[in-house]
């Protein structure tokens, strides 16, 4: 069963979250500062007009992916046991002729971080911009899930069971400082 969830971060500072007060199902980093909240597709603009003056009130903040950010978590994979099997580009469908486009999927196959993060800061010095990441991931629960990671702040989860917490979203959400 997939789950996609926004993710979110509140500006420190400001008083502890409430979560109840979304009244959704949620996910959390490590940290009570970074959050998920389930989204349906089909109503995801409803959604963030319906939270939108909680959000305001407590200062909080919606995630969103950039090239570095994602290159990072690339970096960063094995640290946070992120298992790389996907890199989607914004338009692929046209460029998949694309040489560079060719070597970062190739290089996704030989599973060589270092392969991958050169062929990809090439593709994006190319003016390719990433849409999206996949990979596997260890729940806390210790089972297998897919995590794909979305440019606009979403991720989904492929999970069998509900499980509330995923350290990796403090990386994605804060960066590499989480890790120092």
Same mark, same amino acid.
């Given at each position: 069963?997939?789950?996609?969830?926004?993710?979110?971060?509140?500006?420190?500072?400001?008083?502890?979250?409430?979560?109840?007060?979304? %009244?959704?199902?949620?996910?959390? +980093?490590?940290?009570?500062?970074?959050?998920?909240?389930?989204?349906?597709?089909?109503?995801?603009?409803?959604?963030? @007009? &319906?939270?939108?003056?909680?959000?305001?009130? %407590?200062?909080?903040?919606?995630?969103?992916?950039? @090239?570095?950010?994602?290159?990072?978590?690339?970096?960063?994979?094995?640290?946070?046991?992120?298992?790389?099997?996907?890199?989607?580009?914004?338009?692929?469908?046209?460029?998949?002729? @694309?040489?560079?486009?060719?070597?970062?999927?190739?290089?996704?196959?030989?599973?060589?971080?270092?392969?991958?993060? +050169?062929?990809?800061?090439?593709?994006? @010095?190319?003016?390719?911009?990433?849409?999206?990441?996949?990979?596997?991931?260890?729940?806390?629960?210790?089972?297998?899930?897919?995590?794909?990671?979305?440019?606009? &702040?979403?991720?989904?989860?492929?999970?069998?069971?509900?499980?509330?917490?995923?350290?990796?979203?403090?990386?994605?959400?804060?960066?590499?400082?989480?890790?120092?």
């Amino acid at each position: 069963m997939v789950q996609i969830y926004k993710l979110f971060h509140q500006n420190s500072g400001r008083r502890k979250i409430r979560y109840n007060d979304f %009244n959704t199902p949620m996910i959390i +980093g490590n940290s009570e500062k970074v959050f998920g909240l389930k989204v349906e597709p089909e109503h995801y603009r409803e959604f963030l @007009d &319906g939270i939108s003056n909680l959000l305001i009130k %407590n200062k909080i903040s919606q995630h969103i992916m950039t @090239d570095f950010k994602f290159t990072e978590l690339i970096r960063q994979s094995c640290k946070l046991g992120y298992e790389l099997s996907d890199i989607t580009f914004f338009n692929e469908e046209r460029y998949l002729d @694309d040489e560079v486009i060719q070597e970062v999927k190739n290089a996704l196959w030989q599973s060589d971080i270092d392969l991958v993060l +050169g062929s990809l800061l090439e593709a994006i @010095d190319n003016g390719h911009n990433i849409l999206s990441i996949t990979g596997d991931i260890q729940n806390i629960n210790g089972d297998l899930e897919q995590m794909k990671i979305y440019s606009n &702040g979403t991720i989904s989860v492929s999970s069998k069971q509900r499980v509330e917490r995923y350290p990796i979203i403090d990386f994605i959400i804060e960066g590499p400082e989480v890790i120092l």
